[in-house]
C-alpha cells in the first residue's frame, strides 16, 4: 500500500467505516451542561524548591483556591484545575493528564461531585475508582485527598439539579465508601459548612468569604499533613 493516499481514497474510507472502526463511536452520549468550562493555574511553575499541590474541583474550589495557597506560602506551590467537567467525561481525564504529567506533585486534593447530574449515582460509582487510578497512573508519587462536595441552599436550584442535596449526599456516601477502601483520606467539606447558612452567598451554591476561608483552612490543614515532612 503506498505511505500517502489521496485524499478522495481517504474520505471514502471513512464513510464506508463501522461505527466498529472508531473508538469513539460506540460511546455512549456524554451529558453537557449549557456553558462548559475550565480555569487552570500553576503557581511558580519555574520552582521547584518547594513541593506541588494540585487543587481539582469546579468553582468553589476555585474560590477557596486563593486562600489555600496563603495558608501554604512557603510550604508548597499550590496549583488549581477548577473545571465543569464530571466524573465520566473523558473530557475531565484529559484535563486532569494535561497537568499532572506536565508537573511533579506531592498532593493532589481533589473533587467531582456537583456536575454531571445527567450521569446517574451508579455509574458515578464505576467511574470514581477510573478518575483514581487515572491520577495514581499520572502522578504516582502524590498523596490523595478526597473533599466532599458542598451542600447548596437556593429551593430553586435544588430543583433544577435534579435531587439537589440528596443527591449529593448519595455521591459523597459512594466516594467516602470507595475512598476507604482505596486509602484515601476525606477532607469532609460538607459537614464543615452543612450547619452554617451564614456562610452561603446569596445564590444558595457560592459562598461568602467567610465560608471561602473556613473551607481554605481546613484544605490547608489537610495538604500539610500529608505533604513530606
Keep these: 500500500m503506498p505511505r500517502h493516499l489521496p485524499l478522495w481514497i481517504l474520505a471514502a474510507i471513512c464513510l464506508s467505516a463501522t461505527p466498529a472502526d472508531f ?5 455512549p452520549t456524554i451529558p453537557r451542561e449549557h456553558i462548559e468550562w475550565v480555569q487552570t493555574w500553576i503557581a511558580d511553575a519555574n520552582k521547584t524548591d518547594l513541593p506541588r499541590v494540585l487543587l481539582v474541583g469546579d468553582s468553589i474550589c476555585n474560590a477557596y483556591y486563593g486562600d489555600v495557597a496563603q495558608h501554604l506560602k512557603g510550604k508548597a506551590y499550590v496549583a488549581k484545575l477548577a473545571t465543569s467537567a464530571a466524573v465520566g467525561d473523558p473530557v475531565l481525564a484529559e484535563q486532569i493528564k494535561m497537568v499532572l504529567s506536565s508537573y ?3 498532593v493532589v486534593h481533589f473533587n467531582v461531585g456537583i456536575h454531571g447530574f445527567g450521569y446517574s449515582e451508579e455509574e458515578y460509582r464505576r467511574d470514581f475508582p477510573r478518575l483514581v487510578e487515572l491520577i495514581r497512573q499520572t502522578a504516582p508519587e502524590a498523596k490523595l485527598i478526597w473533599a466532599t462536595s458542598t451542600p447548596i ?3 430553586k436550584d435544588l430543583q433544577r439539579l435534579q435531587g439537589g442535596n440528596e443527591r449529593i449526599k448519595a455521591r459523597n456516601r459512594i466516594v ?5 477502601r482505596a486509602g484515601i483520606p476525606v477532607d469532609d467539606l ?3 459548612v452543612e450547619n ?7 445564590d444558595g451554591i457560592h ?3 467567610e465560608g471561602r ?3 481554605a483552612k481546613q484544605v490547608a490543614r489537610m495538604v500539610l499533613e500529608a505533604l513530606p515532612k
Design 104 to 106: 511533579k506533585f506531592a
Design 23 to 27: 473508538a469513539f463511536a460506540a460511546e
Design 190 to 192: 460538607y459537614a464543615l
Design 196 to 202: 452554617h447558612p451564614e456562610y452561603w452567598s446569596s
Design 176 to 180: 467516602v465508601d470507595l475512598a476507604g
Design 153 to 155: 441552599r437556593n429551593p
Design 207 to 209: 459562598f461568602q468569604p
Design 213 to 215: 476561608a473556613v473551607q
